[in-house]
């Protein structure tokens, strides 16, 4: 099972909204709605972020949304701010004996 | 407060083995999925296995990097998590976190702060 794909890095001013997308296989992302994303800042364990493709667990800002399009899901971020910056990591359920698989990552930057 | 705290990292050899424990607290521990994600420095993050809650019999998934060397258990009377690791290499280097698997759901909705593994 390989690892999803993200772009490396995502960039964008404060308030302006990024995507961060994550591309996977008919055998994960495209056949299960077990989408998540995590944030994680430096030195610092990951935090869940969006679930089940969309779903915002609670604390977390609607700022933050999720999608799903076939084989690739998407976070969307809107009104970036500061503490946006992060890492940002997609995970997707697989239904083999690799439960799951994580994106790549995605480094947030805040201009 | 829902709280994960792993404790027994440190540095061994390779070909050693090291056991991570982590204590829970602030919840039902036994009616959750318990999950052991680890990050190498500076690298994603990668599943490493599962251990089902009690009304799934405990049973339990490793990832194949690990299957056949790492053996998770837990002991619900005492809220902990553990990971055995066993004939350990370099690449096994990471910092292992433990995760709580959202009740009802496929996610991790709570992790530990993480424990540093350094096989050297």
């Known amino acids: 099972q390989s690892a999803l794909t993200q772009p490396v890095s995502v960039s964008g001013s404060p308030g302006q909204s990024i995507t961060i997308s994550c591309t996977g296989t008919?055998?994960?992302?495209?056949?299960?709605?077990?989408v998540s994303w995590y944030q994680q800042h430096p030195g610092k364990a990951p935090k869940l972020m969006i679930y089940?493709?969309?779903n915002r667990p609670s604390g977390v800002s609607n700022r933050f949304s999720g999608s799903k399009s076939g084989n690739t899901a998407s976070l969307t971020i809107s009104g970036l701010q500061a503490d946006d910056e992060a890492d940002y990591y997609c995970s997707s359920y697989t239904g083999s004996n690799t439960l799951y698989v994580f994106g790549t990552g995605t480094k947030v930057t805040v201009l | 407060e829902v709280q994960l705290v792993e404790s027994g990292g440190g540095l061994v050899q390779p070909g050693g083995s090291l056991r991570l424990s982590c204590a829970a607290s602030?919840?039902?521990?036994?009616?959750?999925?318990m999950d052991w994600v680890r990050q190498a420095p500076g690298k994603g993050l990668e599943w490493v296995g599962r251990?089902?809650?009690?009304?799934?019999?405990?049973?339990?998934e490793y990832a194949a990097s690990v299957k056949g060397r790492f053996t998770i258990t837990r002991d619900d009377s005492k809220n902990s998590l553990y990971l055995q690791m066993d004939s350990l290499k370099a690449e096994d280097t990471a910092v292992y976190y433990c995760a709580r698997v959202r009740v009802f759901g496929v996610e991790y909705d709570y992790w530990g702060q993480g424990a540093l593994v350094t096989v050297s």
């Open positions: 251990i089902e809650h009690r009304t799934k019999g405990h049973t339990t």
């Open positions: 008919s055998s994960d992302i495209g056949t299960y709605a077990y």
């Open positions: 602030g919840f039902a521990f036994s009616d959750h999925a």
């Open positions: 089940e493709v969309s």
